[in-house]
């Protein structure tokens, strides 16, 4: 590692254990959970803590910027909180026992292979990347939440997240790096402790050595969400590492309001604060993962609202739901409300409607193979089967949570067809892909049951061993999830932002650029290659857009969609030169690694036109001026 990437890893790790760690240590709620859990709560309070922060400081202080100074005054009082409080305690943080440090190391093993990745790759990959780079440059550049991509598109983002760019802004911010470096480490760190959650989930409701398996099998042994760095999917990775945490922690304060109030008033509030303060990072992280989310948290008001009935605790129970939601609540509005507001209006417009009726194209559609080729492999689902199986012996209520919420999952796969526009909030494949989460509980669940089938004499004998083996297993497939790449999603190479230095150095801030184009589902144009990137490393605009254009206005849409379709003309037809010189587009932008769908366009092709120029070839990259200088 670099000096740079060093300094990215210092400031990740004070942005995510500073806040929630002072949060812990002023309430005292750490003495709550075991020394492990105390580590999960207080990164996952951090992850969630910057983005409520952000959301609040635009709703109230539109005009507060929250510069470099004031998140380093932030952290400082932060640490200060920390050491003061915990100067008599700061042993017992550290009093983990051998399963906790066999998570630990599982923890350390698939944070590794994330990094790593991120070494290798220094550029983020595929089409979302270049929306979050922007967004991360915007907030730490204004200080603040955007509320529209300008300069670079028009697009509104009423409906969109925005809650990964509170996290990624202070880390450009703080370690003076690029956005595309904050986002791409950000996003692998927060990828990296996907097992957090899992682990909680499981040592809770089954067993720690339970909840060191399922660690290992979500961050190691599947290779989900490890192939997010593939898609770019950086919001939903981060949404989903805070969301079990939010259900183990409200889950906690809602069964603390039934079992200890009102003896121990201030820690229930303030344990329902921290569960509202994750359940509300979940959704501002992606807003559709709450699709997931929410039907959890229902599931669990109402067992602990079962239970109080049963111990005549219903009414007291009632208020701490009721307290805990609106907490929740709370901490949302400021996206939730412009964010309704815009979807309502979307799904109501009679395109979208007749769209949907009609069976949504081709966005609905799935197969039984893409459980396989996105969701976990083949052996993770055969192995979460037994699990289920042998759970049933000793992690009941576990198990019940992860089958309902499978069916979570079926709902969501069938949701388009009930005819009913708003619950379309995504297709089957945006949540699919966090199906290694249930999986994982359940290899988690089997762990447990089939340890009690053991006779006692044997446990105490297996116990190094079976540590020892789950850490092997987790090295092992911690090789694949380094190498597990698809190579073609990565645009940019090193030669390219080599061309993106001589854009700037030598043509106008005017200048407009054609680039190899894709148009995904037929209607929605997006860059193949680096050209895509133009945008973000030199400021000139190109014949696409970043995924996001959708949001925008029809006209901003069918101005996308013809440019792109022009591009995608040239790749085949030089006499398109000529209407896109007419467009503003005066050159071509031919990326080093191509198109990534083999259509790329073509330097012998479009230098049939006369006028045309090579003003650049140099290591695969290629810039040509098509139109006749004035």
């Not at 121990?264 to 993962?289: M, N, P, Y």
């Not at 849409?557 to 007419?582: N, S």
């Amino acid at each position: 590692m670099n000096w740079l990437e060093v300094r990215l890893v210092l400031v990740i790790i004070c942005l995510l254990l500073l806040p929630g760690w002072a949060f812990l240590a002023a309430s005292g709620l750490w003495r709550r959970f075991s020394p492990l859990i105390r580590w999960i709560a207080a990164i996952s309070l951090s992850t969630a803590f910057f983005p409520i922060l952000y959301y609040i400081a635009r709703a109230l202080l539109p005009g507060l910027q929250i510069g470099p100074n004031k998140l380093i005054v932030l952290l400082v009082l932060c640490a200060g909180l920390i050491v003061f409080c915990l100067r008599k305690d700061w042993k017992a943080q550290f009093a983990f026992d051998r399963w906790e440090i066999a998570a630990i190391a599982t923890f350390g093993m698939t944070l590794f292979t994330r990094l790593w990745v991120a070494h290798l790759q220094p550029y983020p990959a595929w089409s979302d990347s270049l929306h979050h780079t922007y967004l991360t440059l915007l907030t730490a550049t204004n200080g603040q939440l955007p509320f529209t991509l300008d300069p670079y598109e028009p697009t509104p983002l009423n409906m969109y997240h925005l809650g990964l760019y509170a996290l990624t802004g202070p880390t450009m911010l703080l370690a003076n790096v690029p956005a595309h470096s904050a986002l791409l480490w950000m996003a692998q760190v927060l990828n990296g402790l996907c097992g957090l959650g899992v682990y909680w989930a499981v040592d809770r409701l089954a067993g720690r050595r339970g909840a060191v398996l399922a660690a290992a099998a979500v961050g190691l042994l599947s290779f989900q969400p490890a192939w997010f760095v593939n898609w770019g999917r950086f919001t939903q990775v981060a949404s989903q590492m805070v969301l079990l945490p939010a259900l183990m922690l409200s889950w906690q304060a809602l069964c603390s309001w039934r079992e200890e109030w009102p003896n121990k008033r201030l820690e229930i509030l303030l344990l329902s604060l921290a569960g509202g303060v994750l359940s509300a990072g979940v959704f501002l992280l992606h807003f559709r993962l709450a699709g997931l989310f929410l039907p959890l948290l229902a599931l669990v008001a109402l067992w602990e609202l079962w239970q109080a009935c049963k111990a005549h605790r219903f009414q007291v129970t009632l208020v701490g739901v009721t307290v805990l939601g609106s907490l929740a609540l709370l901490f949302i509005l400021p996206a939730l409300v412009p964010a309704l507001q815009q979807y309502i209006a979307l799904k109501s417009s009679p395109t979208v409607i007749a769209t949907e009726a009609a069976g949504g194209g081709n966005y609905y559609t799935w197969e039984w193979k893409n459980f396989t080729q996105l969701g976990a492999q083949l052996w993770i689902f055969i192995g979460a089967g037994m699990g289920l199986l042998l759970g049933l012996l000793q992690a009941r209520k576990l198990v019940l949570l992860s089958v309902l919420w499978l069916g979570v999952f079926a709902f969501f796969a069938y949701a388009h067809r009930l005819g009913i526009p708003l619950l379309n909030i995504t297709n089957f494949s945006g949540f699919l892909i966090s199906i290694s989460l249930p999986l994982a509980l359940l290899w988690g669940a089997g762990l447990e049951g089939l340890w009690v089938l053991l006779p006692p004499g044997w446990q105490s004998r297996l116990q190094l061993p079976l540590i020892g083996l789950v850490l092997a297993a987790g090295a092992w497939s911690g090789t694949y999830r380094m190498t597990g790449l698809e190579e073609f999603r990565f645009f940019v190479t090193p030669a390219d932002e080599a061309a993106m230095t001589w854009i700037n150095q030598n043509l106008p801030q005017d200048a407009g650029f054609v680039v190899n184009t894709f148009i995904w589902l037929g209607s929605s144009p997006q860059g193949a290659d680096a050209g895509y990137w133009i945008p973000y490393f030199t400021g000139r605009k190109t014949t696409t857009a970043s995924m996001l254009h959708t949001l925008g206005s029809a006209d901003d849409a069918a101005r996308v969609q013809y440019l792109g379709e022009l591009a995608d003309q040239l790749e085949t037809d030089p006499q398109a030169v000529a209407i896109l010189c007419r467009e503003g587009f005066h050159y071509a932008y031919l990326g080093a690694r191509g198109s990534f769908d083999g259509r790329s366009l073509s330097a012998d092709i479009v230098l049939q036109t006369p006028d045309t120029e090579a003003v650049y070839d140099t290591q695969g990259v290629k810039i040509i001026r098509l139109c006749p200088e004035d």
